[in-house]
């Protein structure tokens, strides 16, 4: 097996360390957005966990959101559970708190500890795909397993559409 880039590495480390047997793998495609990282593994958009870091305004602290790949999040749902207003952080942020850049951030691995929330909508699905350190790198994961090692609070955190 080749070796995986140095931030792919850190994830398949991090991943070991806490017991879990999921493989890391690289792509020739990218995995940068839902959609392709949906279309590299074969999968639907919604079975994506996609890593949204969000910055608490009064804390300034880096808050995780690991979203179903076909949802957006709703801010004032985040705003509600974190307890305080939420911004979207420039990539120097992201990179600083998390230790990977913005289409890799990971579920797992990060710098320093987020507070994570994780959308209940991903447990629509046995399988689910995360980021793993790299534009490129994914891996296969179920819902119940991103919540174990994460250890994130399972919550409603999607756009509702309107009904008519």
């Known amino acids: ?29 990218s995995t940068r957005t839902s959609a392709e990282a949906a279309a590299a593994v074969g ?20 808050i995780l959101v690991i979203a179903s790949g076909g949802n957006r999040v709703d801010e004032k749902k985040l705003k509600a559970l974190a307890g305080e207003n939420i911004s979207k952080p420039d990539a120097d942020f992201v990179r600083e708190a998390t230790g990977f850049v913005i289409g890799g951030v990971p579920p797992l691995g990060h710098a320093q500890p987020l507070r994570t929330f994780i959308d209940r909508d991903l447990w629509r699905y046995d399988e689910i795909w995360g980021a793993a350190g790299h534009p490129n790198a994914v891996f296969r994961l179920t819902p119940d397993e991103l919540a174990a090692m994460t250890g994130g609070a399972v919550a409603d955190l ?6 008519f």
């Open 43 to 62: 999968c639907a958009v919604e079975q994506i966990a996609k890593s949204l870091v969000f910055r608490g305004k009064q804390s300034g602290a880096a």
């Open 158 to 163: 999607a756009v509702t559409p309107p009904l």
């Open 1 to 29: 097996m080749a070796s995986l880039k140095p931030s792919a590495q850190k994830v398949q480390d991090a991943l070991a360390e806490r017991g879990f047997t999921n493989q890391v793998i690289e792509l020739p495609d």
